[in-house]
């Protein structure tokens, strides 16, 4: 069970506590908070055996989106991966920026940014991955991070972009510590594009939260060069 699964747990403990605490002033019967926790272990159960957690993923989501800053996090994060990847030459296919908007296109997780990893692909096929190629995808998959921190002063968000970084060096046999190194260099260099491309940043996040299409965000960067 995930962390996502916990959490849709925990939130379901809580009101069962809340409402066994209430129960006796509202005259609530005590079988209420019991079958209320039994549905919850079972439907946790169901959504990482049956449904890969995509359920959990979904309402935790759904609740967040309901934080101002939290939507406008995600927004500058996003824009800081579309921005990147044009600057480095990393293709983007498309993007969403709520778990929902990605289920409906058949895409796990929260959303994000959606690379083209063919070169990516086909080099890692072939048992050999320029050093070059490493630093392009570490640069882009750093700068979520790297936008957030510029704009918040931290970031939330970018435990799946650590995640690839961590994923890449597993697949190339080098050491754990050699990862943690590439994603701080990668997101001092992603820090540098985006300080660098400053009058296009904000555009893009408003591009962005209108749900402007991937080509219409990659021609307002492409502009701005």
Not at 152 to 168: C, H, K, N, P, T
Request: glycine share 8%; with cysteine.
């Amino acid at each position: 069970m995930n962390q996502l699964s916990f959490n849709l747990i925990a939130i379901g403990v809580f009101v069962v506590v809340m409402t066994s605490l209430l129960g006796p002033l509202i005259h609530l019967s005590p079988v209420v908070p019991a079958v209320t926790v039994a549905g919850i272990m079972g439907l946790a159960a169901l959504d990482t055996l049956g449904w890969q957690n995509r359920g959990s993923t979904l309402l935790l989501d759904w609740i967040a989106q309901f934080s101002a800053e939290h939507r406008d996090r995600i927004l500058h994060h996003e824009a800081g991966h579309l921005l990147v990847a044009q600057k480095v030459g990393i293709p983007v296919t498309g993007y969403t920026l709520t778990a929902w908007e990605a289920f409906r296109l058949g895409q796990p997780g929260n959303g994000g940014v959606q690379f083209d990893t063919t070169e990516l692909d086909a080099e890692l096929n072939q048992g050999k991955l320029s050093s070059t190629l490493i630093d392009r995808y570490c640069i882009v998959w750093m700068a979520g991070i790297a936008a957030e921190t510029l704009t918040y002063g931290s970031a939330e968000g970018g435990a799946g972009d650590r995640e690839q970084i961590q994923l890449l060096f597993n697949v190339l046999k080098r050491p754990a510590s050699e990862a943690t190194q590439k994603e701080r260099w990668a997101i001092l260099q992603a820090k540098t594009l985006l300080q660098e491309a400053q009058d296009v940043y904000e555009p893009l996040v408003e591009a962005m939260r209108s749900r402007q299409p991937v080509s219409i965000c990659q021609q307002l960067v492409s502009e701005k060069n």
